[in-house]
């Protein structure tokens, strides 16, 4: 099996036309390639659901902050068409920025409130950027349902909001985050730690399993569930810790109280790698 | 015959799926109701080319600066049936605001630079009220081809440029202003004005010609082509100029020499009513 590589709007567009018409329902997956057992999960997902499959691999430029994650993003077009292949993905979408932004690019999506915190705090605009970019790519595509990664849960928040707000004719689906055998949440930007580094990194999941075992077991104070994280974060010196929050799970806002379900949110630094994991949990009842 | 009136969006979206799946094009005009013959332009334009057209009647309260201007807007959704009926309109769509807008709605659609100059300059996140209103009515109905009127030639390009910019998949139909025999654009909010502030309203088109007759004889110089404008408005002190631009057709930015097609744009107040009106001009070959 192979599956379809196809690099311009017009093509991939008269493609699905015609496998809209012969009323497939479709599934899509977008991507910024660099494909990893998580997509294959968001991929087999898709098919559970759908009669054909389009991934999109796109690093869009508009959502990094700094060229220089952008310029380091893994690029690895060859072995995600490979991978797509192996998972009987019908298409695979890669434009280039050229296709995707024509000049001058004037339109921007904004998502406010649920893009402020977190993720959104300390890298000004890329939510935006996301948000414009999934708006495109829903254009495109046309999809009866798109797929999106709870490990992104902000991104997930964000989109799902954009969908609603703009009565796009899609149904978003979150799928749960797939975890390397010691815990570490997958991610393209693992390929970046060192062999130290990789030891370390399931301190994040190991932190974030902590402060929910807090909430799990009655605590009320997001002061005490986020300390439990940070006590063991504390105990790797290699690991900066961006932030941590305790949030309302659809308005990613932090809670004064916990009270409900929460999402605990986390986005670490170890060395030159940013990771970013949470989890959902839930006061006992 | 008569139009069916469908006031809410799962509603129209399964009556419209129906129509697609029959294979029918469809035909989207956009409008805030008040239908008048200009409209009547619009909906007959969409009739050449589709099989299906739909009409929608929303006074979208997120692009009005000011409450008092959206509440004095006419609001006459018996006789806008009536109208549509008459032109054979399948559907009038005609949500209420609640519809339109689940509390929070947090998502932004904003054409920069474009919206900036004109009325931009005059009605802060009036454009953007605009453009995510579209945006959203164009993802409920879904159109082929959706129609607007030229008299609003920035909401028009603006509306073009946030369908290229985010794929939309539709074609922006533009349709040449509608004009009483005097040649006052025709506009809903020309029945606020008074028989007296009537007699003088077409002074704005004339003064516009006054300008375009600059152009058309080989002056270059904007400030020139604006003087001609500015006498002729002069003539009436009833006339308050709100602004009055040479402007790139595409860019809506004003222009430093006339070496091209431009189109002069301005936005009178004559009392408490405020009406706007363009012309497209070539110079000489």
Request: charged content about 25%; overall charge negative; aromatic content about 6%.
């Amino acid at each position: 099996m192979s599956a379809e590589l196809l690099r311009t709007i017009p093509e991939i567009r008269s493609r699905l036309a015609e496998v809209r018409r012969s009323g497939c329902t479709v599934g899509f997956v977008p991507t910024m390639g660099a494909l990893h057992a998580a997509h294959g999960a968001l991929i087999r997902r898709a098919w559970e659901e759908s009669d054909f499959v389009v991934v999109s691999v796109f690093v869009n430029p508009t959502q990094f902050d700094r060229g220089e994650d952008f310029d380091r993003y893994p690029r690895t077009l060859p072995a995600d068409v490979e991978f797509c292949a192996a998972l009987d993905v019908d298409i695979v979408f890669a434009p280039d920025a050229k296709e995707m932004y024509a000049e001058p690019h004037l339109t921007l999506v904004e998502v406010s409130s649920l893009s402020e915190r977190l993720c959104g705090e300390f890298r000004p605009g890329h939510f935006r950027g996301v948000a414009t970019v999934v708006a495109k790519l829903l254009n495109i595509v046309q999809p009866d349902s798109a797929y999106f990664g709870e490990k992104d849960a902000q991104q997930l928040a964000i989109v799902r909001k954009m969908v609603t707000d703009l009565n796009v004719p899609v149904t978003i689906v979150p799928v749960a985050t797939v975890r390397e055998p010691d815990g570490l949440a997958m991610s393209s930007r693992n390929r970046r730690l060192d062999a130290g580094e990789r030891r370390i990194a399931p301190t994040l999941y190991r932190a974030l399993q902590a402060a929910a075992r807090r909430v799990a077991s009655g605590a009320t104070s997001p002061e005490e569930v986020r300390s439990a994280a940070m006590a063991v974060l504390g105990s790797e010196d290699a690991i900066r810790v961006e932030y941590l929050e305790i949030v309302n799970p659809e308005r990613m806002q932090p809670v004064e109280r916990i009270d409900g379900p929460v999402r605990i949110a986390a986005a670490v630094w170890i060395g030159a790698t940013r990771l970013i994991d949470n989890v959902l949990c839930q006061p006992p009842a």
